[in-house]
Structure formats: structure tokens, C-alpha cells
């Protein structure tokens, strides 16, 4: 993976979480003048030993390349992948459209929320979101009708 727009929009936390759900452990926190960047690592079963170097500022002139470095670290220490781990850490792309149905919905006191179930780099995935009360009118004919909804900047 090496699109720099989607690399680019990954949440350290995000990835933080990621790691620490899948047995990573946090060796360090290192600061330097502009950067502050966290050192992972994990050890396999099979004995396998695997670090990565997790920049904490999206900021980094370099955050995108080193998110694709991430990524194919992980890939060969998990067996999963890229396209598989990215669809677990994407919480926003920018000027991307998400084609979906939708599947629940859920109005209390002037909130709406809306699941519906899209297509996130091409793995099925619910996306939760909250619509105002014009925009959950259309959520709703959508559900009624079963028709596809094209939700854009997720």
C-alpha cells in the first residue's frame, strides 16, 4: 500500500489500539526536537521477532512512508493483509465516496443515528454516523426502499 492520501489520514491512536489488541508491546517513547515517535515490537510463537517505529505526529514530513513501512511489517508478522489491516485502521479518507445500504436506524431526542453497511477498501464494514433530521429523512426512504446511499468524506 502507497497511497500517500489514504497513509496519510491513518490516527497514530488508532494504530496504537491496533497494536495493543494484537499483543505488540511498547518498548519506548522517544522525543527528538520535532518528533515524538513510539518503538513497538512483537515476538511470534515461531520465535520471529518484529519491530516497528510509530511516528505520533501526522504532522511528519515523512508519516505517509512510514506508515507504508508499518504496514509491511505487520503484513509479514501477522500473515494478514495490507488491504486487510488498513480496512481495520481507516477511520477517515478524505474526497472518498462510500457506497452503502442502510441497515439500522435509531432516533432519540433530536439525534439520529444511522448504521448502514458499505464497501471500506473493499471489505464490507458498518459505518455508524449521525445525520441531522433532513438528512435521517433521506436515511429512512433509503431503508424503506432499499435503496444504495453514496456518503461522501468519511
Known sequence: MRDPNILS???????????????WQQENLEH???????????????????DITLPLNRKTRS??????EILETLEKAEGRSQLDMLSDLVTCIPNVEIQGMVIRLAESSHTFNVIFMGFVLGKPQEIHTLLNEQEYQLALTAYTERLVLFVPGI
Open 32 to 50: 527528538n526536537a520535532n518528533n515524538q515517535e513510539s518503538v513497538w515490537f512483537l515476538t511470534t510463537s515461531s520465535g520471529s521477532e518484529f
Open 9 to 23: 489520514n491513518l490516527y497514530p491512536q488508532q494504530l496504537i489500539n491496533y497494536l495493543i489488541a494484537r499483543g
Open 63 to 68: 508519516f505517509a512512508l512510514r506508515m507504508a
